[in-house]
T-cell receptor
Framework: GDSVTQMEGPVTLSEEAFLTINCTYTATGYPSLFWYVQYPGEGLQLLLKATKADDKGSNKGFEATYRKETTSFHLEKGSVQVSDSAVYFCALSDLNMSGSEKLVFGKGTKLTVNP | GAGVSQSPSNKVTEKGKDVELRCDPISGHTALYWYRQSLGQGLEFLIYFQGNSAPDKSGLPSDRFSAERTGGSVSTLTIQRTQQEDSAVYLC????????????????FGPGTRLTVL
């Protein structure tokens, strides 16, 4: 079945450092790819998404490019802030016969940014 | 506008008791999903509703778990004879399905219900 593998955390960075969180996927079809973020004490929020190969999703300075050839969707940010401290989840959805677009998540990567 | 809401926010119960968890999706969202977030298993899909029907129940872990949706809106997840391994945060999400011209594929999550089974 479909699966998502993302780098294990925790990741600790200093403010203004460069961030990369690796994510690779396995899917039988042509999935959409997502990064969700969970800030401390809050619910899951969509950070960015890409629905087809070579699409780049971006939001709040974060970017990820859908790479079909390497089945990857790595999250990057050029200069992290303390407020970016959160748990980041890579996910995919693939439309199935039932019409479900259920999300398959990676295990999450906890990011801590120190001032 | 209002987002997805869930109640209760926290539920503590004794092993063997039944519990009901409620989800109010975003108005107009016809697709509704339940997920479970636990330390050991991460985030797992449970069930998908389109309107009031549930064409994908493949994630329900046992027959102690059931869910219904009425009026194309509110959904209730019921766990019978709770076990300690049911302890988790239960998340609900809603979306506008592909092809309807809305924000396809984006699922909006509620704050979750933290279930603790003693």
């Amino acid at each position: 079945g479909d699966s998502v593998t993302q780098m294990e955390g925790p990741v600790t960075l200093s403010e203004e450092a460069f961030l990369t969180i690796n994510c690779t996927y396995t899917a039988t079809g042509y999935p959409s790819l997502f990064w969700y973020v969970q800030y401390p004490g809050e619910g899951l929020q969509l950070l960015l998404k890409a629905t087809k190969a070579d699409d780049k999703g971006s939001n709040k300075g974060f970017e990820a490019t859908y790479r079909k050839e390497t089945t990857s969707f790595h999250l990057e940010k050029g200069s992290v802030q303390v407020s970016d401290s959160a748990v980041y989840f890579c996910a995919l959805s693939d439309l199935n016969m039932s019409g479900s677009e259920k999300l398959v998540f990676g295990k999450g990567t906890k990011l801590t940014v120190n001032p | 506008g209002a987002g997805v809401s869930q109640s209760p926010s926290n539920k503590v119960t004794e092993k063997g008791k039944d519990v009901e968890l409620r989800c109010d999706p975003i108005s107009g969202h016809t697709a509704l999903y339940w997920y479970r977030q636990s330390l050991g298993q991460g985030l797992e899909f449970l069930i998908y509703f389109q309107g009031n029907s549930a064409p994908d129940k493949s994630g329900l872990p046992s027959d102690r778990f059931s869910a219904e949706r009425t009026g194309g809106s509110v959904s209730t997840l019921t766990i019978q004879r709770t076990q300690q391994e049911d302890s988790a945060v239960y998340l609900c999400a809603s979306s506008t399905p592909s092809g309807t011209g809305g924000s396809t594929d984006t699922q909006y999550f509620g704050p979750g219900t933290r279930l603790t089974v003693l």
